[in-house]
């Protein structure tokens, strides 16, 4: 049996990873082996979020689109499967990347939560000063 050929794309945002495959097809997207509207609970803003990349080019009938996540949160894990879609989409044509990057949807948001340093409650946060 033939493998089918996909596109592959990689995105991360804060600690969550996302690694995405393209394949010719209808429309369709899965994730974690689930519908996207199931995996999300059908949070309308962040279906629709996901597939901006593929509004901007006008592809968004050509791909069905296979989504393994892992790590973060909802907000997180659909921003890393934005920057690993439009990043597949380039893969297949090269031509969309001015596109995409104007658009910033080929930017990674290097934004992570900050570690809490020894002697502090959280990352910054300190005890009350007291004078007396």
């Known amino acids: 049996m033939a493998e089918k050929k996909y ?6 945002r804060k600690s969550a ?3 995405a495959r393209l394949y010719a ?4 997207i899965t994730i974690n082996d689930k519908t996207a509207s199931e995996y999300l609970d059908g949070n309308k803003t962040l279906l629709a979020e996901l597939t901006d990349p593929l509004a901007l080019v ?3 009938k050509e791909y069905d689109i296979t989504v393994k996540v892992s790590g973060g949160g909802t907000a997180g894990q659909v921003d890393a499967i ?3 879609i439009a990043k597949a989409i380039t893969v297949d044509a090269a031509d969309l990347r001015g596109t995409l990057k104007k658009a910033e949807f080929l930017r990674r948001d290097p934004r992570e939560k900050e570690r ?3 002697g502090l409650r959280s990352a910054r946060k300190r005890e009350q000063y007291s004078k007396r």
């Not at 596109?7 to 991360?12: A, E, K, T, W």
């Not at 097809?25 to 369709?28: C, E, Y």
């Open 7 to 12: 596109f592959y794309g990689l995105g991360r």
């Open 17 to 19: 990873t996302a690694r």
């Open 25 to 28: 097809g209808k429309g369709t």
């Open 58 to 60: 006008g592809k968004q």
């Open 82 to 84: 934005k920057l690993a």
């Open 116 to 118: 809490k340093k020894y």
